[in-house]
């Protein structure tokens, strides 16, 4: 079994910061690409930002220049650095990994359970 385990989240002011983490274990034999997504109340899951193995990003318009996503591929984690928040960036966010477990193992989506980042003053 694999799993997803994020942490970071919380209440932040406008302009603020904040740091998730996602870290990924289990029976992990490779790991393809990992990204970060979003889902606000009412609306539906977007993409924020991934990163390839090999380190390519891509992020949303509504985000670059203002969060990074980074992993660790010793340590089967992805980070997602949030700077100068607004309140439009308030959602549930969900860490997102497609792993295989074997050599001869399709590559499968795994999600974490979400933690939740509110931007309110």
């Known amino acids: 079994q694999v799993q997803l385990v994020e942490s970071g989240g919380g209440l932040v002011q406008p302009g603020g910061s904040l740091r998730l983490s996602c870290a990924a274990s289990g029976s992990i034999f490779s790991i393809n690409s990992m990204a970060w997504y979003r889902q606000a109340p009412g609306k539906e899951r977007e993409l924020v930002a991934g990163?390839?193995?090999?380190?390519?990003?891509d992020y949303a318009d509504s985000v670059k220049g203002r969060f990074t996503i980074s992993r660790d591929n010793a340590k089967n984690t992805v980070d997602l650095q949030l700077n100068s928040l607004k309140p439009e960036d308030t959602a549930v966010y969900y860490c997102?990994?497609?792993?295989?477990?074997?050599?001869?193992?399709?590559?499968?989506?795994?999600w974490g359970q979400g933690t939740q980042v509110t931007v309110s003053s």
């Open positions: 997102n990994a497609v792993i295989r477990t074997g050599s001869w193992r399709t590559p499968v989506d795994y």
């Open positions: 990163i390839t193995s090999g380190g390519s990003t």
